[in-house]
């Protein structure tokens, strides 16, 4: 299996004339957890996006763990072991909690069934029969990445996991983040604020008028004043 679970090389991408992303480069490495930072309309959900074949990449190349996928369908770059988790998130509100992770359950390697979410994230399990439609922000977040777990993902796109949630909920996330890697997953997740990354990644991004300017280990990135005053909210 190849070193590097997501390579994004020189992609251009567009809406409609408007160009978003000017070549950008992205490694993700295997077993890292590595955010994308940058602010309000840097590109970082169309760096999800395209990784994701949900916008198309006019050029450069999507590689996940070494297979050519760009241009593919974003079912079949799922199937290539990527999962994604959109900024908005999308829970079935009138179907139970359990309901929502049987609509994301996909069989293979992984392994993963509704029992292990349910080991891994108890709280999960403690609402098992209540409507979507009925969990708080973060419940529903929690939810909208369990979900995209049944699919057996190897690598995991967060597009910004804690935008608008209070900070104990924040919390969570950043702990569900961890335990994903635990699990033995690659994350790639877009944040704009820089201590909730340094708290959560190992590896950072910075990405701003659909460019990566730097990218290295967190600590360098975050403790970067020029970077983090001109590109970064504190
Ligand atoms: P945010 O934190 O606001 O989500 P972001 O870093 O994720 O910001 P993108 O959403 O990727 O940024 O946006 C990158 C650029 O593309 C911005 O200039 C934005 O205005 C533009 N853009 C994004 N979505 C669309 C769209 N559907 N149609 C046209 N332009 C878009």
Not at 16 to 44: C, H, M, W, Y
Not at 150 to 174: F, K
Request: glycine fraction near 12%.
């Amino acid at each position: 299996m190849s070193e590097i679970a997501l390579r994004l090389s020189g992609i251009d991408a567009f809406y409609g004339a408007a160009q978003a992303l000017f070549g950008l480069e992205l490694d993700v490495p295997r077993g890292s957890i590595t955010v994308l930072l940058g602010r309000n309309g840097a590109g970082k959900s169309t760096t999800l996006k395209a990784a994701m074949g949900l916008v198309a990449v006019r050029s450069g190349t999507v590689q996940v763990d070494g297979a050519d996928v760009t241009g593919a369908p974003p079912y079949r770059i799922s199937r290539a072991g990527l999962g994604y988790v959109p900024e908005t998130r999308r829970v079935f509100a009138d179907l139970t909690v359990d309901e929502n992770l049987m609509v994301g359950e996909r069989a293979g390697p992984g392994g993963w069934n509704r029992e292990r979410v349910f080991d891994l994230f108890p709280a999960l399990a403690g609402m098992r029969d209540r409507l979507g439609g009925q969990l708080s922000g973060g419940e529903q977040q929690m939810l909208t990445i369990a979900r995209t777990l049944m699919g057996n993902p190897r690598t995991m796109l967060l597009d910004e996991p804690s935008e608008g949630l209070a900070p104990v909920v924040v919390e969570q996330i950043a702990a569900t983040v961890t335990t994903l890697a635990r699990e033995g997953l690659t994350v790639l997740l877009s944040e704009q604020n820089v201590r909730f990354a340094a708290h959560v990644a190992d590896r950072a991004a910075v990405i701003e008028r659909g460019r990566i300017l730097v990218e290295g280990p967190i600590a360098e990135i975050a403790a970067d004043d020029a970077v983090r005053d001109a590109y970064l909210t504190p």
